[in-house]
């Protein structure tokens, strides 16, 4: 299993940013994706989720109205569009699998440093 993130830039506030995440090593369409992330001194926070067939999504209060996650399992890819970005969205983005909807992740990307600064 490899999960291997992109798209971390740097982004001003109010501007956007897409991460995308792609999945090997397993079948893409039959697993549950998630989106967490890391600010810096802080622990991870759970960003967004989306079911195996993409149709059902969860956000963090936080994110909800201003990013969107997303999927294409033709592509094995995951996807998380970031709109009208903040300073407290500045963080490292890990892309996860998971065990179960609402349940733990078993296997993590290495990250993409997502910063927002004017």
């Known amino acids: 299993v490899q999960l291997v993130e992109s798209g971390g830039d740097l982004v001003q506030p109010g501007g956007s940013l897409t991460l995308s995440c792609v999945m090997s090593g397993f079948l893409a369409s039959t697993y549950h994706m998630s989106w967490v992330r890391q600010p810096p001194g802080k622990e991870r926070e759970f960003v967004a989720a989306?079911?195996?067939?993409?149709?059902?999504?969860d956000y963090a209060e936080s994110v909800k109205g201003r990013f969107i996650i997303s999927r294409d399992n033709d592509k094995s890819t995951v996807y998380l569009q970031m709109n009208a970005v903040k300073f407290e969205d500045a963080a490292v983005y890990f892309c996860?699998?998971?065990?179960?909807?609402?349940?733990?992740?078993?296997?993590w990307g290495q990250g993409t440093q997502v910063t927002v600064s004017s």
């Open positions: 996860t699998r998971l065990k179960s909807w609402g349940g733990q992740s078993d296997y």
């Open positions: 989306i079911s195996s067939g993409g149709g059902v999504t």
